[in-house]
Protein backbone atom coordinates (compact mmCIF):
# COMPACT_ATOMS: atom_id res chain seq x y z
CA UNK A 1 0.00 0.00 0.00
CA UNK A 2 1.43 3.54 -1.14
CA UNK A 3 1.42 6.31 1.90
CA UNK A 4 -1.35 8.55 2.83
CA UNK A 5 -0.37 12.24 1.98
CA UNK A 6 -0.63 13.93 6.09
CA UNK A 7 -1.13 17.56 6.35
CA UNK A 8 0.40 19.17 8.47
CA UNK A 9 3.74 18.79 8.79
CA UNK A 10 4.37 18.20 11.86
CA UNK A 11 1.37 15.47 12.07
CA UNK A 12 -1.05 16.04 14.93
CA UNK A 13 0.37 13.03 17.33
CA UNK A 14 -3.06 11.43 17.92
CA UNK A 15 -3.39 11.56 14.27
CA UNK A 16 -0.03 9.78 13.63
CA UNK A 17 -0.51 7.38 16.22
CA UNK A 18 -4.03 6.50 15.11
CA UNK A 19 -2.63 5.63 11.42
CA UNK A 20 0.12 4.09 12.99
CA UNK A 21 -2.35 1.23 14.90
CA UNK A 22 -4.34 1.06 11.76
CA UNK A 23 -0.83 0.14 9.78
CA UNK A 24 -1.22 2.94 7.40
CA UNK A 25 1.71 4.17 6.12
CA UNK A 26 1.94 7.83 5.51
CA UNK A 27 4.25 11.21 4.92
CA UNK A 28 3.19 14.59 6.67
CA UNK A 29 3.30 17.55 4.40
CA UNK A 30 3.05 21.37 4.79
CA UNK A 31 2.38 22.51 1.67
CA UNK A 32 1.38 21.50 -2.08
CA UNK A 33 5.10 21.92 -2.99
CA UNK A 34 6.17 19.37 0.11
CA UNK A 35 3.56 17.17 -1.24
CA UNK A 36 5.00 16.65 -4.91
CA UNK A 37 8.17 16.17 -3.23
CA UNK A 38 7.61 13.60 -1.39
CA UNK A 39 4.93 12.13 -3.59
CA UNK A 40 6.03 8.17 -4.28
CA UNK A 41 6.16 7.28 -7.88
CA UNK A 42 2.91 5.28 -7.48
CA UNK A 43 1.07 8.43 -6.09
CA UNK A 44 -0.31 8.76 -3.05
CA UNK A 45 -3.19 6.01 -1.15
CA UNK A 46 -5.21 9.28 -0.73
CA UNK A 47 -4.93 12.12 1.80
CA UNK A 48 -6.18 13.34 5.59
CA UNK A 49 -5.60 16.90 6.15
CA UNK A 50 -6.44 18.11 9.16
CA UNK A 51 -7.74 21.65 8.98
CA UNK A 52 -8.39 22.87 12.34
CA UNK A 53 -4.93 24.29 13.17
CA UNK A 54 -4.49 25.57 9.45
CA UNK A 55 -8.09 26.03 8.22
CA UNK A 56 -6.60 28.14 5.02
CA UNK A 57 -3.64 26.28 4.21
CA UNK A 58 -6.01 22.97 4.52
CA UNK A 59 -8.47 24.04 2.28
CA UNK A 60 -6.08 25.41 -0.40
CA UNK A 61 -4.21 22.15 -0.29
CA UNK A 62 -7.52 20.02 -0.90
CA UNK A 63 -8.62 22.69 -4.06
CA UNK A 64 -4.68 21.75 -5.13
CA UNK A 65 -5.15 18.27 -4.58
CA UNK A 66 -8.81 18.27 -6.45
CA UNK A 67 -7.30 20.31 -9.42
CA UNK A 68 -4.57 17.58 -10.90
CA UNK A 69 -4.94 16.32 -13.92
CA UNK A 70 -5.47 12.98 -11.75
CA UNK A 71 -7.69 14.27 -8.62
CA UNK A 72 -6.37 12.98 -5.76
CA UNK A 73 -8.80 10.28 -3.81
CA UNK A 74 -9.50 9.13 -1.56
CA UNK A 75 -9.27 12.68 0.54
CA UNK A 76 -10.93 12.39 4.51
CA UNK A 77 -10.53 15.83 6.09
CA UNK A 78 -11.02 16.67 9.19
CA UNK A 79 -12.59 20.02 11.03
CA UNK A 80 -13.57 21.40 14.24
CA UNK A 81 -17.23 21.74 14.83
CA UNK A 82 -16.85 25.50 14.33
CA UNK A 83 -16.02 24.76 10.62
CA UNK A 84 -18.67 22.80 9.70
CA UNK A 85 -20.41 25.40 8.05
CA UNK A 86 -17.16 26.49 5.88
CA UNK A 87 -18.11 22.92 4.26
CA UNK A 88 -21.06 24.08 2.46
CA UNK A 89 -20.37 23.95 -1.20
CA UNK A 90 -16.95 22.69 -0.53
CA UNK A 91 -18.42 18.91 -1.26
CA UNK A 92 -16.07 18.55 -4.20
CA UNK A 93 -12.91 18.79 -2.02
CA UNK A 94 -13.24 16.04 -0.13
CA UNK A 95 -14.53 12.43 0.39
CA UNK A 96 -15.35 12.22 3.91
CA UNK A 97 -15.33 14.23 6.64
CA UNK A 98 -14.58 13.85 10.53
CA UNK A 99 -15.37 16.27 13.57
CA UNK A 100 -12.33 16.85 15.90
CA UNK A 101 -12.77 14.55 18.51
CA UNK A 102 -12.57 11.59 16.95
CA UNK A 103 -11.78 7.72 18.18
CA UNK A 104 -9.13 5.79 16.16
CA UNK A 105 -11.90 3.66 15.51
CA UNK A 106 -14.06 5.98 13.82
CA UNK A 107 -10.96 7.49 11.73
CA UNK A 108 -10.21 3.71 10.58
CA UNK A 109 -13.51 3.00 9.60
CA UNK A 110 -13.96 6.03 7.50
CA UNK A 111 -10.60 4.94 5.45
CA UNK A 112 -11.52 1.48 5.05
CA UNK A 113 -14.98 2.58 3.90
CA UNK A 114 -13.18 5.40 1.23
CA UNK A 115 -10.65 2.85 0.20
CA UNK A 116 -13.09 0.41 -0.85
CA UNK A 117 -15.53 2.70 -2.23
CA UNK A 118 -12.32 4.16 -4.24
CA UNK A 119 -11.45 0.55 -4.71
CA UNK A 120 -7.57 2.47 -4.16
CA UNK A 121 -5.24 0.81 -1.27
CA UNK A 122 -6.49 -2.09 1.12
CA UNK A 123 -6.99 -2.29 4.37
CA UNK A 124 -4.27 -3.56 6.55
CA UNK A 125 -4.91 -6.97 8.15
CA UNK A 126 -5.83 -6.23 12.00
CA UNK A 127 -7.22 -8.48 15.01
CA UNK A 128 -10.08 -6.62 16.41
CA UNK A 129 -12.11 -7.60 19.45
CA UNK A 130 -13.80 -4.56 21.10
CA UNK A 131 -11.59 -1.62 22.08
CA UNK A 132 -8.34 -4.26 21.59
CA UNK A 133 -6.63 -3.56 17.64
CA UNK A 134 -3.66 -6.41 16.44
CA UNK A 135 -1.87 -5.04 13.55
CA UNK A 136 -0.78 -8.37 11.82
CA UNK A 137 1.54 -6.44 9.55
CA UNK A 138 3.20 -4.00 11.89
CA UNK A 139 3.09 -5.96 14.89
CA UNK A 140 1.50 -3.06 17.01
CA UNK A 141 -1.14 -3.44 18.98
CA UNK A 142 -3.44 -0.44 20.36
CA UNK A 143 -6.07 -0.95 22.91
CA UNK A 144 -8.60 2.27 22.93
CA UNK A 145 -6.67 4.02 20.55
CA UNK A 146 -3.70 4.15 22.87
CA UNK A 147 -0.13 1.80 21.85
CA UNK A 148 0.71 -1.00 23.80
CA UNK A 149 4.27 -1.60 24.81
CA UNK A 150 4.28 -5.62 23.87
CA UNK A 151 7.26 -7.34 24.06
CA UNK A 152 7.51 -9.93 20.50
CA UNK A 153 6.41 -12.99 23.16
CA UNK A 154 3.57 -10.91 24.42
CA UNK A 155 2.41 -10.37 21.21
CA UNK A 156 2.39 -13.61 19.75
CA UNK A 157 0.59 -14.87 22.70
CA UNK A 158 -1.93 -11.88 22.75
CA UNK A 159 -2.19 -12.48 19.42
CA UNK A 160 -2.71 -16.25 19.17
CA UNK A 161 -5.53 -15.93 21.79
CA UNK A 162 -7.01 -13.20 20.39
CA UNK A 163 -7.38 -15.28 16.95
CA UNK A 164 -8.94 -17.94 18.79
CA UNK A 165 -11.37 -16.43 21.12
CA UNK A 166 -13.60 -18.61 23.39
CA UNK A 167 -10.90 -21.48 23.22
CA UNK A 168 -9.45 -22.66 26.37
CA UNK A 169 -5.73 -23.70 26.19
CA UNK A 170 -3.56 -26.18 27.99
CA UNK A 171 -0.48 -23.84 29.48
CA UNK A 172 1.16 -27.23 27.59
CA UNK A 173 -0.55 -26.30 24.17
CA UNK A 174 0.24 -22.64 24.61
CA UNK A 175 3.63 -23.34 24.42
CA UNK A 176 4.18 -25.42 21.73
CA UNK A 177 1.80 -23.04 19.36
CA UNK A 178 3.53 -19.70 20.69
CA UNK A 179 7.17 -20.49 21.53
CA UNK A 180 7.25 -23.87 19.36
CA UNK A 181 7.71 -27.24 19.94
CA UNK A 182 11.67 -26.84 20.00
CA UNK A 183 11.11 -24.39 23.20
CA UNK A 184 12.29 -26.31 26.63
CA UNK A 185 11.10 -24.06 28.87
CA UNK A 186 8.30 -24.83 32.15
CA UNK A 187 4.66 -24.04 31.71
CA UNK A 188 5.76 -21.32 34.29
CA UNK A 189 6.88 -19.14 31.37
CA UNK A 190 3.01 -18.89 30.25
CA UNK A 191 1.95 -17.89 33.73
CA UNK A 192 4.76 -15.03 33.37
CA UNK A 193 3.86 -13.87 30.32
CA UNK A 194 -0.21 -13.74 31.05
CA UNK A 195 0.31 -11.52 34.08
CA UNK A 196 2.74 -9.25 32.20
CA UNK A 197 -0.01 -9.26 29.37
CA UNK A 198 -3.06 -8.20 31.80
CA UNK A 199 -0.88 -5.70 33.88
CA UNK A 200 -0.33 -3.73 30.30
CA UNK A 201 -3.74 -4.55 29.65
CA UNK A 202 -4.95 -2.54 32.85
CA UNK A 203 -8.15 -2.70 34.42
CA UNK A 204 -9.84 -1.35 31.42
CA UNK A 205 -9.29 -4.92 29.81
CA UNK A 206 -7.32 -7.44 31.77
CA UNK A 207 -10.48 -9.35 32.38
CA UNK A 208 -10.32 -10.15 28.61
CA UNK A 209 -7.73 -13.25 29.78
CA UNK A 210 -9.29 -15.34 32.18
CA UNK A 211 -7.86 -18.45 33.84
CA UNK A 212 -9.46 -21.60 33.95
CA UNK A 213 -8.76 -23.64 36.67
CA UNK A 214 -6.83 -26.90 36.63
CA UNK A 215 -6.93 -26.37 32.68
CA UNK A 216 -5.29 -23.16 31.26
CA UNK A 217 -6.63 -19.97 29.70
CA UNK A 218 -9.31 -18.65 27.26
CA UNK A 219 -9.34 -15.23 25.65
CA UNK A 220 -12.77 -13.70 25.22
CA UNK A 221 -16.11 -13.28 27.34
CA UNK A 222 -15.48 -10.03 28.43
CA UNK A 223 -18.18 -6.96 29.10
CA UNK A 224 -17.59 -6.25 25.44
CA UNK A 225 -18.85 -9.90 24.19
CA UNK A 226 -17.10 -12.09 21.38
Known sequence: MEPLLLFPDPAPPLLAQALDLGGYPWKA??????????EP???WAGAVVSADADPEGAFALCRALRKRDLPLAPLLLIVTVEQLSA?????DLFDDFC???WSGGELDARLAHLFWRTGRGTRPELVEYGPLVLNLETYQAGLSGRPLDLTYMEYELLKFLATHPGKVFTRETLLSRVWGYEYYGGARTVDVHIRRLRAKLGDEAANLISTVRSVGYRFGQSRWGA
Open 99 to 101: VTG
Open 29 to 38: ASSLQAAERL
Open 87 to 91: LELRE
Open 41 to 43: EDG
